[in-house]
């Protein structure tokens, strides 16, 4: 609708009534009565409550008269009077003020309701009533026509500043004007609502609001359409991730209802003059989102960000929170960081319309997740390779895993390009800081119901108002949020402070935050309905986290009813049971087991357990996830286990077609399009998932890494073999064992050499080809936009050029991945190949050939691998097992050498290759026990008895603490039996 009248003042108070003044009236006399009059006739007919002289012990062993009862009895009719009198200032100071709620005034309940009865009685008469606490300007009303108790919230009140009173001569034209925008009011039918907080809450949401009064609280997105940016009478605007206020107007589509909406000017009788002015001078201000929100009628607008997130436990952080006021005092520092996420942003938006490299969305969204799956991935491959070569899988050889092919390739390619193992580190060790800040001011921790990551804060949300956060944290929004800034996070030292908040887990992002919901703190059962497909993949992506994120220490998941594959994960964490059968009576007595502890222990909870210096490993969380649909016996008794849930340390997570499930505090639902709705919490969220597709690549790559290999390739096999004769001479080759040399190459410009030697390095590590994002992210880990990658990419290829043929050096598959033509070889491509050579090709039936191919194999060892690398770069090194292959590799040569050596008894060349390949791996228990029978075989017993001598200094770093290993002293006992006397004598 159109509204072209000029801003003006307020509009003509309405007409009192003769019972209005009645009721100011008798509420005058009333408050002078009990303000005035109490303590006037105390004063004077019993006297004033100070003693008048020093109070003395000898007073307590007087008589007690009936002047002491009457004086007592007085004494108590003075501190009610006092808490009344309290009252009606507090009630005052509401009413004048006009915005937000009074204050709570201590144990005064019933006084302080009734001084709001007068107070608003008095003031009925006047324009101040209008603003008074909330539910007083609809005095006179039934009970019913007040709203409907809403959702509780967490909010940062501001208070504003309106104007105390309109003024008494309003000039004829500004009242000519207020009652032309009432009839542009009458006839466009336009209803108003005034956010006024439930009795006993903080703030409704537009969630709420939009189930009351439109049917259906999916809807809210109209209502916020229609008042986005308009200035509210406070001052403030209602804009992107902004919490409602008390004392807003808002303005409602057409065919909203219920019984507290004001339509102008028609029902203008039964509300304030206060209120009636608000609302028509706000009526002006709506040019731009009258055409908006009548679009959007009927159904949920599909915009994204436009939320509101008052919620019940949670508060969305703001905007300026994380980017207006970071920009504003961020230093050069914060800049570059702000700037390349944004880059970031921009490239993982650009790529997802990009379908060539076929990574799935899911996992790239993901970025704990991811960093969590490939941390353990990278672990249980050096676990199963170390294993490989002690023995204890396939023999002496160290088997490396199989390169993943098909959709396997794609997911630990998406897991590179999502993970961001750098927020993983920062969240580890703020919550870890804060624990251990926590335990210094022997303070307990508090109850936190969820984190948001926003912008590189962290704002944890409490249960309650907490006392002063400690330093470097903040408050939030209010009292029930704590931040910590990007800054503070990033500097977070490592603590060994036990990890206070191991439950939290990603469930989803709004507006670029993203939500981790702690399951410990939930207290009672999360019903997550749905479709079973959606319900699985977000059971599954919580399954998965918790199995593997970084900022836990000890925990148990139990999987009922789905799931069982996932358990190759985390054999240690996660646990699985086929029936709920099976699990009540595993919970029962685990419940009573804590709960008992807990007792004995002196904790009311396990978060007091988890602070303070005798930090219990006994409060370690235990999560369930059930996909079995509970009978409702089952539900019983899941909803009594869950009652007391959260003081223990364990939670529950229920996936299940229906809603209304017994005990259920909290509901989920996954839908159809990505989402994960909260209605309760007035929620709307990106949900994060792990698809079933993804799901089982992930499983697979895991059994890969264990070597549960489905198909059954040739072990001995690298994956790339260079021609190591005379004439397999290379166009390129690249030394990275060692400092960096580069022969066949010009030399780059100065200000892309680093880059493009990194590009290199990458593609010649992954010859069966390196996908295009991967490359970025590994060169640009807070992201980088689609043409720069592009354009290094273009460089790198002209840079190493073109075969005889013409055909490029760097080439792009079938499905978009950069290999490297065979003419571009690296020396660890070459020593890989001779030690093939060696074992399983022409070495392996001429002990002459095998030799030299050994021996040529430990001259290309130079050092590390890529040991020069500037601070900064190759990060992505953390993520690979080529810095234990590579040891490992050297180790089999030196040792297959050594045998060979001794077997031509040439005990010095043996110690030379073993000493070669000791730089790489000082610790190699193989290493060492060749290195004696080496040194024995030279017949040089003090020689060996300095070798024993320097094992035995040596043995914490050996044994892993615990003294030699038994088989190096087993050996020692066999080869030199004086060795225990002179270690003894020794020390």
């Known amino acids: 609708m159109a509204r072209s009248t000029p801003r003006t003042s307020a509009a003509p108070r309405p007409r009192r009534t003769f019972g209005d003044f009645v009721k100011a009236f008798l509420a005058f006399l009333a408050l002078a009565v009990l303000v005035l009059g109490v303590p006037v006739a105390l004063a004077s007919q019993v006297g004033w409550p100070l003693p008048d002289e020093v109070p003395s012990l000898d007073m307590l062993r007087q008589q007690i008269t009936v002047k002491t009862f009457i004086y007592v009895l007085t004494a108590v009719v003075w501190l009610a009077w006092a808490q009344f009198t309290a009252c009606v200032l507090v009630e005052v100071k509401a009413a004048v003020s006009g915005f937000g709620m009074p204050t709570r005034v201590p144990a ?5 309701a009734l001084a709001r009865q007068l107070v608003a009685a008095l003031l009925l008469v006047t324009a101040g009533a209008a603003s008074f606490a909330p539910g007083l300007s609809q005095l006179g009303q039934s009970l019913e026509d007040q709203p409907r108790p809403g959702v509780a919230a967490s909010a940062q009140q501001t208070p504003g500043q309106q104007a105390q009173q309109a003024a008494q001569d309003r000039a004829a034209e500004q009242a000519e004007s207020d009652r032309q925008a009432a009839e542009q009011a009458r006839e466009d039918g336009t209803k108003f609502y005034r956010i006024q907080p439930p009795e ?3 703030h409704d949401s537009l969630w709420e609001i939009s189930e009351r009064h439109l049917g259906d609280g999916r809807r809210y ?9 308009r200035v509210q009478p406070d001052g403030e605007k209602l804009s992107k991730a902004s919490l409602i206020r008390p004392g807003w107007i808002m303005e409602m589509p057409a065919d909203a209802y219920g019984g507290d909406l004001v339509e102008m000017p028609d029902e203008a009788p039964k509300v304030s003059e206060k209120v009636r002015e608000q609302i028509v001078e706000y009526s002006r201000s709506g040019d731009h989102a009258q055409a908006t929100g009548n679009t959007a009628k009927g159904g949920a607008a599909a915009s994204t960000g436009a939320v509101d997130t008052d ?3 949670f508060v969305l952080p703001r905007d300026w929170a994380t980017q207006d006021r970071s920009a504003a005092t961020a230093g050069p520092a914060d800049a570059a960081h702000a700037s390349a996420a944004e880059a970031g942003a921009q490239a993982q938006a650009a790529d997802a319309d990009d379908s060539s490299f076929g990574l799935p969305e899911a996992l790239l969204a993901s970025p704990l997740l991811a960093a969590g799956l490939l941390a353990a991935l990278g672990r249980r491959r050096r676990t199963a390779l170390w294993q490989s070569a002690m023995g204890t899988l396939t023999g002496r050889g160290a088997t490396p895993p199989p390169v993943p092919t098909g959709e396997a390739a794609n997911v630990q390619d998406a897991l590179f390009v999502g993970a961001d193992p750098d927020a993983v580190r920062r969240l580890d060790r703020s919550l870890r800081g804060l624990s251990a800040a926590l335990t210094a001011a022997s303070r307990p921790l508090p109850t936190v119901y969820a984190a948001w990551l926003a912008g590189g804060e962290i704002h944890l949300q409490l249960g309650d108002g907490e006392a002063a956060p400690p330093a470097p944290w903040q408050y939030g929004q209010d009292q029930t949020v704590w931040r910590l800034d990007p800054a503070a996070a990033e500097a977070a030292p490592a603590g060994d402070s036990a990890a206070p908040y191991p439950g939290l887990v990603s469930i989803g992002t709004l507006g670029g935050n993203r939500l981790l919901l702690n399951l410990e703190a939930v207290p009672g059962v999360v019903a997550l309905t749905g479709a079973p497909a959606d319900r699985s993949a977000v059971m599954s992506s919580i399954a998965a986290e918790l199995a593997t994120n970084g900022w836990s220490d000890r925990l148990t998941i139990t999987l009922v009813g789905f799931g069982e594959e996932l358990t190759a994960l985390a054999p240690t964490r996660l ?15 685990e419940t009573r087991q804590r709960a008992g502890a807990l007792g004995a222990a002196g904790h009311d909870s396990v978060l007091t357990g988890r602070t303070g210096h005798a930090q219990d490993n006994r409060w370690a ?8 649909e509970p009978t409702e016996a089952q539900a019983s008794a899941l909803a009594a286990l869950g009652a007391d849930a959260a003081r223990l340390g364990i939670g529950y997570l229920l996936g299940t077609p229906t809603q209304n499930l017994p005990g259920a505090v909290w509901e989920l639902e996954a839908t159809s399009d990505g989402r994960l709705l909260a209605p309760v919490l007035g929620l709307e969220l990106q949900a994060q998932t792990l698809p079933r597709a993804q799901h089982e690549a992930v499983v697979q790559l895991f059994r890969d890494a264990d070597g549960e290999i489905g198909h059954d390739p040739d072990p001995g096999a690298p994956p790339f073999l260079v021609d190591v004769t005379e004439q397999g001479r290379p166009a390129v080759y690249a030394r990275i064992i060692g400092p960096v040399e580069l022969i066949g190459l010009g030399t780059p410009d100065p200000d892309r050499a680093a880059l493009m030697t990194e590009a290199l390095a990458m593609c010649l590590l992954h010859r069966e080809g390196v996908n295009p994002r991967v490359l970025a992210a590994a060169l640009w880990p807070r992201g980088v936009t689609d043409d720069v990658r592009d354009a290094l990419i273009e460089r790198l290829g002209e840079w190493l050029g073109t075969e005889p043929d013409g055909t490029p050096r760097l080439r792009a598959g079938a499905a978009g ?10 020396d660890l491509d070459v020593l890989r190949s001779l030690h093939y050579e060696a074992t399983q090709g022409r070495g392996a039936r001429n002990a002459g050939i095998r030799e030299r191919l050994l021996t040529d194999a430990l001259g290309l060892v130079r050092g590390d691998l890529l040991p020069d690398r500037p601070a900064g770069r190759y990060r992505w090194l953390s993520h690979e097992i080529i810095d234990a292959q590579l040891p490992l590799l050297v180790t089999e040569v030196a040792l297959t050498l050594s045998e060979h050596q001794l077997g031509k008894d040439r ?5 030379g290759a073993l000493s070669t390949a000791m730089t790489l791996s000082p610790a190699d228990e193989r290493l060492w026990n060749e290195m004696l029978r080496a040194t024995h075989a030279t017949g040089d017993t003090g020689r060996l008895a300095a070798l024993a001598a320097t094992l035995t200094t040596r043995a914490g770093e050996l044994g892993g603490g615990r003294g030699l290993p038994p088989r190096t002293a087993a050996l020692l006992d066999e080869l030199l039996p004086t060795w225990r006397g002179d270690s003894a004598t020794a020390s």
């Open 108 to 112: 005064a309940g019933a006084s302080q």
């Open 200 to 202: 006993g809450r903080h």
């Open 221 to 229: 997105s109209e209502i916020y359409e229609l008042n986005k940016d």
């Open 311 to 313: 919620t019940t436990q």
């Open 575 to 589: 646990h699985h049971l086929p029936e709920i059968d099976d699990l009540l009576p595993v919970m029962e007595a």
């Open 621 to 628: 969380p235990h999560f369930v996830l059930l996909a079995a």
């Open 817 to 826: 991945r950069l290999t490297l033509a065979p003419s571009v070889v690296s």
């Open 907 to 911: 005990p010095e060349q043996a110690i």
